[in-house]
């Protein structure tokens, strides 16, 4: 059995010191991206929004374009049909207001869940009567492929695309189109 800590395997100093890390960070490394107050929903700038569709918008969190993924708060202000999507890759969500679930399952995301949709999933995404908004955070790693019923392809969505959205919004509300940079990593 080993003698050492647990401050001494995750290099502390064992005697509760606050000690940082003296070396240079790896070469490449990107800063670090922190984002303060995002769940502070109602006092947001309303520009930091990007329109998507009617009464659908998104504010950027995270664009990865090196990884090909995006994290993004997603806000709906009507209720009805969304959209029918299949994903390329992985997606994670939280629900921060409101509720919404797909036709194709028998569950609900609603407010304060997590929710975990598999790379090939297709599905009809709807927001019920009687939810004023919803906001849910997502982590999309891929593209969203947009179907018809019978699943012909309609058209992509991915981190690029988001990119160039958010970049001619901005240009368009005063922020300048340069403002999306501090998103990307």
Do not use: C
């Not at 490394?29 to 109602?42: C, F, G, Y």
């Not at 999507?85 to 407010?111: C, F, I, K, N, S």
């Not at 869940?113 to 849910?136: Q, R």
């Amino acid at each position: 059995m080993s003698t050492t800590s647990i401050e001494d395997r995750q290099g502390g100093v064992g005697d509760g010191a606050a000690v940082p890390y003296r070396g240079p960070q790896p070469y490449g490394v990107p800063d670090d991206l922190v984002i303060p107050r995002v769940l502070e929903l109602d006092d947001a700038d309303d520009r930091l929004w990007v329109p998507q569709a009617p009464d659908v918008s998104f504010r950027p969190l995270l664009l990865s374009v090196s990884q090909g993924y995006f994290v993004n708060l997603l806000r709906v202000r009507r209720s009805g049909v969304l959209s029918r999507h299949q994903h390329a890759g992985p997606v994670h969500a939280t629900t921060l207001r409101g509720r919404w679930h797909y036709l194709e399952h028998d569950w609900w995301a609603e407010e304060g869940g997590y929710s975990f949709e598999p790379p090939g999933d297709i599905h009809t995404l709807v927001v019920p009567d009687g939810v004023a908004e919803m906001i849910t955070m997502f982590h999309v790693t891929g593209a969203y492929i947009y179907v018809d019923p019978d699943g012909k392809p309609t058209g992509v969505e991915d981190v690029f695309s988001k990119l160039g959205a958010a970049r001619e919004h901005y240009e368009q509300v005063g922020l300048g189109a340069d403002f999306v940079e501090q998103f990307i990593r």
